[in-house]
């Protein structure tokens, strides 16, 4: 499963508007193309003390440390046993890199304008993340923005 | 609008780099000179040459006010390498003058490097008025002497360019290209390469500022004799910056007036006439390269990342090594070639920390001139003694101890090292002492800082941390050592005045913390009425680490080994005291030791709670100390360290007691402990 998705593909502003679609419970999410890097397997995660409880540790990608944050905890849901179609996105925002554990990841989709819709805000975990709602085959897909996902940690940065 | 000229802009760090080292050289030169009483010819040079590269260079950046002053010191120099007996006269000012000039053009290089294109220059001329006045001393002096030495120097030179000088040029440079001079000497030595016969008028331009005013009036003319043709030339010259216009007159090699003209331009320029030393060519090149030529300067960014690179091999190394699929292979072959690979990887590993390591003695020579500074300012006479100055520390080490080098100096001097009444006064000699000396300990260079003066008083320590609210238990409680260590905190100064120099009760904080963050310790003995030691203990590099590595549950860590003085099993559960707090202890000959335990502090599921099962590991970092129970002990490694990802910059690790992280020979993760701040946390 390990695929480099960015690999050959053209500019980020293609990027942009394709989605990586991945399912937590039943529910379709998308990642912006533009921040994906690569999907990994779950790797032994080294636990960090003393962090926020989302982030579930440590891995070593390569020789790099990244952190792994769980988006179900970030979202409020419940902890989930790892399965085989569990996987790790490896994000790259403002040139660090962090990986989100999902379920599972499905395709990637091309998403056109009129095909997006405004979230309404409810102030809930999962909808405070969300920059647009893409209806696709007749199915819903929350696409989070990346920015919003990790503004709180990276708050300390900026 | 920016001062550097944009054509220039790439060339200016190498500019600043150059500039600085031969500073440093100026510094050193100056120091063992002012300690010897005299100055060597050999030194006279060396301050000629230094002071002569840095003008021409920067001239040719544009940047004036440094060129003028280097230009100063440069005279005075010239007066003296040609009349050393002079010296005398003005030993002290002339001294005072150049160090001040040293320091002024120091603050205009960092100045250029923080700055940038908004660099403003300062103005030096007040210290190129006291130079000038200063070489009119000495030279008012040897005046006959010299303009004798240039007359009988004069006839054969004549007589040559007589009869080789081919062609006369007339150059005007643009209006306002300011430094005429010096461009009409970088037009000369650019030419010099094309040319057999290569003469001017003025003769040196770049030996007198004022000439300047002189060529952008009437002009700079140059003879010569092109060694192939006047094409050559030709194109040289209007290749060159600033030239407005420029006119070729082919001269007849005996041409009479024109002779006449030479020579009586020559006796005008006689005094500027020597300064073209004769080692020095071109000045623009320095000559003293010679030895150094096997010396290139890199990027340290390009040093970091081929460390980080170094270590990556190191842990894929290991990764194939250890490899699970090898398990319970006999592969003869492959271990053999695998031995090979190892013993090279270890080797390019030392390489490359060795490419990172300077010797101390730089930092150590510039301390030197602190300590001559305050001994004049504060009326107090000490020498500075450095031991083991080519003792070698990794560049980001080095560049840390600068500054509490600096502050343990100044303090020594300010507070330790009495005035020479009083040192006779107490049977001491009048000189005081202070002994800066690093050795490398087993993995660890230790520095210590030692002054012969007046010692601690611990109960003065105490009265002042009181007043000031430092103190964390009653003064009575206080060892002589914890007292001592009461001037590293923060607000503390022992000074009631505020010196120029210290008083300000941040100095020593600082050297506190500078070696800290780089992985050091820091302790204070004294004896009062003898003096005082700081004894600073560092690491050797900081990219790599010798640790234990421990298990506590499923998490390993990795503990330097230089904060483990010992570990133990603990047989007898009744070794454990209760405090009220529920806080354990242990008491180990006779010390009594709070208990760490691990998984509880961080945590961590699944770690051993029965004491007798795991592993005390007793730490030792100045005066506090603890054992830290864990799981078991997996074996001693040389980790990578690595940074937390800046994703956990918020969380603030560094202070719950781990200093980052390590890739282990599995390619899993350690975390490093950093058992000063694990302890304080207590």
Known sequence: MNENINSGTGLTNDLKDRYLLFNIE?????????YVLEIINVPSLTPVPGVAHYIKGIINLRGKIIPIIDVRLKLGLPEREHDDKTCIIVLNIHDMQAGVIVDSVSEVVNAENSQLSVPADFGEASSRYLSSILEIDNKIVLNIDCEKFFSADLESQF | MSYIDPGMRDMLDTFVHETETMLEELDEILLESERARSISADNIGGIFRITHTIKGSAAMMGIDGISNLSHAVEDVFYILRNAPSKLDLVFDTIFDLVFQTSDFLKRELEKLQVQGNDYIPDDPSGLIKKLHLQAAILSGE??????????????????????????????????????????????????????????????HPEADSS???????????????????????KQTIENSLNVKSYEIVDLLPDNPDDKSLRSEEQADATSSKATQSPGTGGPIKAPARGAKQSLISVNQAKLDQLMDLVGEIVTAESMV???????????????????????LTNELQDIVMAMRMVPLQTTFHKMDRIVRDMSKKL?????????????????????????????????????????????????????????????????????????DGCGLDAEKLLEKAERNGLLTKPA??????????????????????????????????????NVEQIGGTIS???????????????????????????????????????????????????????????????????????????????????????????????????????????????????????????????????????????????????????????????
């Open chain 1, 26 to 34: 039943d529910t379709k999410y998308g990642f912006s193309l533009e």
């Open chain 2, 142 to 203: 040897s005046a006959p002497q010299e303009s004798e030495k240039a007359a009988a120097e004069k006839e054969p030179d004549c007589g040559e360019a007589g009869q080789s000088c081919r062609y006369k040029i007339h150059i005007f440079f643009n209006d306002d290209s300011q430094m005429e001079n010096l461009r009409a000497f970088m037009l000369l030595s650019q030419l010099e390469g094309c040319c057999d016969y290569l003469g001017s008028d003025p003769e």
């Open chain 2, 211 to 233: 000439l300047s005013e002189e060529i952008a009036k009437n002009g700079f003319i140059i003879y010569c004799t092109p060694a192939s043709s006047i094409d050559e030339v």
């Open chain 2, 321 to 343: 090594g250890s490899n699970p699929d090898l398990r319970g292979l006999k592969l003869d072959n492959f271990t053999k070639s695998f031995r090979e690979l190892r013993k």
């Open chain 2, 379 to 451: 009326g107090k006479k000490t020498e500075l003694v450095t031991e083991g100055g080519d003792t070698e520390v990794d560049k980001t080490i080095n560049d840390a101890m600068v500054d509490p080098f600096m502050h343990m100096i100044r303090n020594s001097m300010d507070h330790g090292i009495e005035p020479p009444e009083e040192r006779l006064a107490h049977g001491k000699p009048e000189l005081g002492r202070i002994t800066l000396s690093a050795r490398n300990v087993g993995g660890e260079i230790l520095i210590e800082v030692a002054d």
């Open chain 2, 476 to 513: 009575s409680a206080y060892t002589d050592r914890e007292a001592y260590n009461l001037i590293l905190a923060p607000g503390f100064s022992t000074n009631a005045e505020v010196t120029e120099f210290s008083g300000r009760g941040v100095g020593m904080d600082v050297v506190r913390k």
């Open chain 2, 524 to 682: 204070i003995n004294s004896v009062k009425g003898q003096g005082t030691t700081f004894t600073i203990k560092i690491p050797l590099t900081l990219a790599i680490v010798n640790g234990m590595n421990i298990s506590v549950g499923g998490t390993v860590f990795t503990l330097p080994i230089a904060s483990i003085n010992q570990s133990f099993k603990v047989n007898d559960p009744g070794q454990i005291i209760r405090n009220t707090n529920g806080t354990e202890m242990i008491i180990i000959r006779g010390e009594c030791y709070p208990i760490v335990r691990l998984n509880r502090y961080f945590g961590i599921d699944g770690g051993i709670e029965d004491i007798t099962d795991g592993i005390m590991i007793q730490v030792n970092n100045n005066d506090s100390k603890a054992c830290i129970f864990a799981d078991e002990l997996i074996g001693e490694f040389q980790v990578v360290v690595k940074p937390f990802p800046s994703f956990f910059s918020k969380y603030d690790l560094k202070k719950r007691g781990l200093s980052g992280c390590s890739i282990l020979g599995d390619g899993s993760i350690s975390l490093i402990l950093d058992s000063n701040n694990l302890i304080c946390d207590l």
